[in-house]
């Protein structure tokens, strides 16, 4: 088992099923935007723009975390602007060696500069398009519609999800604060999305904690978690070491339901305490579906790389752990099974391989 190092987690194939397009922004992107329209930032240039954001979302509360988003969502609201960052952000993602993406945001979020949601999904496919040409065709890249869980519209973005599910949008989420906004306050539109045989994870057990994963699951029926961490919450480990799961716990194991966890987000919003402490370490000992994702690389100063290789010191993890969280975020994405297994067995398992044999 080897243990690797920063670049040998760089040039690895990763796969990411949870990252923000509107948190994921280059700083020096936001400024150029944010001047075209006079929009006021808190900061002047990109480097105190990017050190704003990071420690404005270190602020322990996911409400604080999110209001972060004013600013970034402030300079996407045209076709230009948003396809820029869109492009820009399959490049970054491309860079850092990640080979499959699933990139989600709220189209409703984006409607202020008078574009209609059909155009602001289409100015996102445009930049998706124009990143995977300019990377060569060395990723491969879906979109994840999300509804606000405090706002109305779920039914009209799911509607948009299978409006578009054979262009480029791969699924439906629902985001932002969680406690007090239950995902059953958007019952009709999973249910809408679950006769339409479509695919949705919800963000859950982030903020809040085992009732809404219940909700997420039992009630909604979500393919994957977003966040899930609080599953902990059904986990007793006993003072001999040895570890009883839950009912709730032992079913999201049981029918392999993925976990997209994203450890520097958690840290950030008060979920958890730190790298070493976060519960993606037991849950990757008792083999839940465990995926590793980045959440919001702007927010979190993150990538990838960053979030691989924080587990490879603090866990100790081999290039044979990191291939088993591609391999289960692979198995978890919302693509169809050929194409899905194509990835694994064209790319992911000859990437690791290569990897392996350098020793
Ligand atoms: O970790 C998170 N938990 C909940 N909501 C989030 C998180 N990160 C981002 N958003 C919310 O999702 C919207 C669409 O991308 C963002 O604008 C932000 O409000
Ligand atoms: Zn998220």
Request: net charge negative; glycine share 10%; charged share 20%.
């Given at each position: 088992m080897s243990t690797p190092n920063r670049d040998q987690v760089h040039r690895a194939p990763k796969v990411l099923l949870h990252d923000h397009l509107d948190g994921g922004l280059r700083p020096q992107t936001i400024v150029e935007l944010a001047a075209e329209i006079g929009h006021e930032l808190p900061a002047a240039d990109a480097d105190s723009l990017g050190r704003w954001f990071t420690e404005s979302a270190?602020?322990?509360?996911?409400?604080?975390?999110?209001?972060?988003?004013?600013?970034?969502?402030?300079?996407?609201?045209?076709?230009?602007?948003?396809?820029?960052?869109?492009?820009?952000?399959?490049?970054?993602?491309?860079?850092?060696?990640?080979?499959?993406?699933?990139?989600?945001?709220?189209?409703?979020?984006?409607?202020?500069?008078?574009?209609?949601?059909?155009?602001?999904?289409?100015?996102?496919?445009?930049?998706?398009?124009?990143?995977?040409?300019?990377?060569?065709?060395?990723?491969?890249?879906?979109?994840?519609?999300?509804?606000?869980?405090?706002?109305?519209?779920?039914?009209?973005?799911?509607?948009?999800?299978?409006?578009?599910?054979?262009?480029?949008?791969?699924?439906?989420?629902?985001?932002?604060?969680?406690?007090?906004?239950?995902?059953?306050?958007?019952?009709?539109?999973?249910?809408?999305?679950?006769?339409?045989?479509?695919?949705?994870?919800?963000?859950?057990?982030?903020?809040?904690?085992?009732?809404?994963?219940?909700?997420?699951?039992?009630?909604?029926?979500?393919?994957r978690l977003g966040h899930g961490v609080r599953i902990i919450d059904d986990v007793t480990v006993n003072d001999d070491g040895s570890v009883e799961l839950g009912r709730l716990a032992a079913y999201v194991r049981d029918m392999r339901i993925p976990l997209e966890m994203c450890p520097r987000s958690n840290i950030q919003t008060g979920a958890a305490e730190s790298i070493a402490e976060h519960p993606i370490g037991l849950l990757t000992k008792l083999r839940f579906r465990v995926t590793v994702n980045t959440d919001n690389r702007l927010m979190s100063g993150t990538s990838m790389t960053e979030e691989m290789f924080g587990l490879v010191e603090a866990f100790d993890y081999s290039l044979e752990d990191l291939r088993w969280f591609t391999i289960n975020a692979m198995k978890s994405a919302f693509l169809p099974f050929d194409e899905r297994l194509a990835i694994i067995d064209d790319v992911v398992k000859p990437g690791y391989a290569a990897l392996i044999a350098e020793g």
């Open positions: 270190d602020s322990g509360s996911l409400v604080r975390y999110l209001e972060t988003f004013d600013h970034t969502v402030a300079v996407m609201q045209t076709g230009p602007s948003i396809a820029r960052v869109a492009r820009e952000c399959v490049e970054d993602l491309a860079a850092d060696g990640v080979v499959y993406a699933e990139v989600r945001y709220a189209p409703e979020q984006h409607v202020a500069g008078g574009l209609t949601l059909d155009e602001v999904v289409a100015a996102v496919q445009e930049g998706f398009d124009a990143g995977v040409a300019a990377s060569g065709g060395r990723i491969v890249v879906r979109q994840l519609l999300t509804a606000m869980r405090h706002q109305a519209r779920s039914m009209e973005i799911a509607e948009l999800a299978v409006a578009w599910r054979d262009r480029g949008v791969a699924g439906f989420d629902i985001a932002g604060a969680e406690a007090g906004y239950p995902p059953t306050r958007h019952l009709d539109a999973f249910e809408y999305l679950q006769r339409e045989n479509s695919h949705f994870t919800i963000h859950a057990g982030e903020a809040f904690g085992l009732p809404s994963i219940w909700q997420a699951i039992q009630w909604c029926g979500a393919d």
